[in-house]
């Protein structure tokens, strides 16, 4: 019963926090602040995509930028050829859906059987390959250069289009926060626990890290859709792996297999980038802002292995147990063959 | 008698070292049957061939008069043989009813559905709990697994695998690493599990008293090769397995091959 009443007082907080960034373009009219919200609500997506992977299902994937890469250019393309007309653009966003929905499920059949590691080094692969294709495929791509285009009227405005960002970082959370608490879900967090004791329990293993590795692929799709329409443009870039490494670190400092955590921690990254480039004006240190990314990323590891929200839960969690017996120590079972 | 679960010339070689050799058993229908051997005597490999964890290098696993040799832990356990672990084997980070409740819910077959929440089913609650009930484990519930003492996480692991109801139950060395005062509680688990008359248990253990006691027949395997196979009064009788016991086979063994 108090488990429902604080899953209630979470959800009501969460409620409130989603009113007042959507009241916020409206009382406080900074075209900056909006667009810099936009980002984070962009790859607070992406993140959440990461950590159906990262959290919930413990895969590591090195290659996540090409499903983010597959969404940015599918929409670019369609931007650029046809009229940047709505009926494009959400012909754009279904060819991206289906994109990466088979592109997830073919990589995912091909590299899930793997080990952890081999899985993340040959997912890295992939995203390489499509990295060079957009390199190569000039007619299509422009190279590396990448190419400007215009976008369908109803995305034109700032404050639309900070809100549409909104919409899609809300209505993935709720998503997600349902597909997580499903029975699947369940079996997903029982893999990244234990996989050899999901397989004896009649689970097949294979099909639940393919349904994950596609969901995730599939959302990190939208993130990237989202990500150029905000820029009207789109290079290789989105195919590098400094977007997987944004996505897997945002997650880890938000805090893996939470969901909230993948949004704070595109809040933090998205910010701290910010204010790190600002900065320059008054040292030249911080032109290098990467250093100091790199100092945060060490410190966070260090000492909020769990993130910041996993912290929070721990200290909650630590609080309520304090009364309960300390736990015995484990007797070393008999070897056997 | 039919058989529920056989095995034919089932071996398995690691490197050059033959684990299980040419072992050929036949299980009858809810039947008892207990595996003893000394350590290293390839009980283990045994079951992870009868489980699926380990693929055979030759021989055959039947089930029910059809052959099951290349079906994955999976198949297999959804087919109905189901085991526990030796190495306490449970989802560290879920709590002890999450553990149980993925063992109900795998039984009951709901493995894809994606969009309901958990706690919609609540049937699969209840029945975990009546599994924890059983193992005398009901009031740690919400606890993490990880957080259970040695003997507790023993009883969790044997909870989830009664709540999978499969046909075939192989259970691995149940009692192993508990307290002396544990023991009679997951005794008594399996006494009533054979009490019901509708299961087909195998069990690995060291616990002779037990064995002997539960046993409808005993098994035992020496340096991976079927040393012999009875009632619990012919095996004790057996003067081969006397001395595999108190030592000294090991050469005449090997003089014998």
């Known amino acids: 019963m108090t488990k429902v009443f604080s899953n209630n007082r979470m959800n009501i907080f969460y409620m409130i926090v989603a009113l007042f960034l959507a009241v916020l373009p409206f009382v406080y009219d900074s075209r900056s602040t909006l667009i810099l919200l936009s980002q984070v609500f962009i790859f607070a997506v992406l993140a959440m995509s990461y950590d159906i992977l990262l959290g919930y299902t413990g895969i590591v994937s090195f290659g996540h930028a090409m499903f983010f890469g597959i969404g940015a250019y599918t929409v670019g393309v369609f931007m650029k050829r046809f009229e940047p007309e709505t009926s494009y653009f959400l012909l754009a966003v279904l060819v991206t859906i289906l994109l990466t929905a088979v592109v997830s499920y073919i990589v995912g059949l091909l590299t899930l059987r793997l080990k952890s590691h081999f899985y993340a080094m040959l997912t890295m692969a992939f995203a390489g390959l499509f990295l060079v294709l957009a390199e190569k495929w000039r007619t299509v791509t422009y190279g590396n250069d ?113 969901l909230v955590g993948a949004i704070i921690g595109a809040g933090i990254i998205e910010f701290s980038h910010h204010w790190l480039t600002e900065l320059a004006k008054v040292h030249w240190i911080f032109e290098r802002w990467i250093i100091f990314f790199g100092i945060i990323y060490i410190l966070a590891v260090m000492f909020f292995p769990m993130g910041i929200v996993g912290s929070l839960q721990k200290l909650k969690f630590g609080r309520k147990k304090k009364t309960s017996a300390p736990v015995k120590s484990e007797a070393v079972s008999q070897g056997d063959s | 008698m039919t058989a529920i679960l056989e095995t034919k010339d089932l071996s398995i070689t690691f490197g050059g070292h033959t684990a299980v050799d040419s072992v050929s058993i036949a299980v009858p229908h809810n039947h008892f049957k207990s595996i003893i051997g000394p350590n290293g005597a390839g009980k283990t490999t045994f079951f992870n061939l009868l489980s699926g964890q380990l693929m055979p290098s030759k021989g055959q696993v039947l089930y029910k008069g059809s052959e099951i040799t290349k079906l994955s832990p999976t198949k297999r356990t959804r087919a109905g043989i189901g085991r526990s672990f030796q190495i306490t084997n449970v989802f560290p980070n879920l709590t002890v009813m999450e553990n149980v409740r993925l063992a109900v819910q795998s039984h009951a077959g709901v493995r894809y559905q994606m969009l309901k929440h958990f706690r919609s089913f609540d049937k699969f609650e209840q029945e975990a709990e009546e599994w924890l009930k059983l193992v005398l484990l009901d009031d740690k519930k919400d606890a993490l697994a990880r957080n259970l003492a040695h003997g507790e996480k023993r009883k969790l692991e044997i909870a989830m695998l009664l709540a999978l109801n499969t046909e075939v139950l192989l259970l691995d060395e149940p009692t192993a690493g508990m307290s002396l005062e544990e023991v009679p509680a997951i005794l008594d688990v399996i006494r009533k599990i054979k009490q019901r008359g509708d299961r087909t248990i195998i069990l690995i253990e060291h616990k002779m008293d037990m064995i002997m006691d539960l046993s409808d027949s005993i098994m035992v395997l020496f340096n991976g090769a079927l040393l012999a196979d009875g009632t619990p009064e012919e095996i004790m009788k057996n003067e081969m397995v006397q001395s595999a016991y108190l030592g000294g086979l090991h050469s005449e063994h090997t003089a014998k091959a």
């Open chain 1, 146 to 258: 990448g190419f400007t285009f215009r976008v369908p009227e109803f995305l034109r405005d700032r404050t639309d289009f900070y809100l549409i960002c909104l919409a899609s970082m809300v209505i993935v959370f709720i998503l997600l926060k349902r597909f997580t608490n499903s029975p699947l879900g369940k079996v997903l967090q029982a893999i990244r626990e234990n996989e050899q004791r999901t397989e004896s329990l009649g689970y097949s293993v294979l099909q639940y890290k393919v349904i994950a590795s596609v969901v995730s692929g599939v959302l990190a799709g939208i993130a990237g859709i989202l990500y150029a329409v905000s820029l009207r443009f789109v290079n290789t870039s989105v195919f590098t792996m400094d977007i997987t490494l944004d996505a897997l670190l945002m997650t880890i400092i938000g805090g893996v297999g939470t």
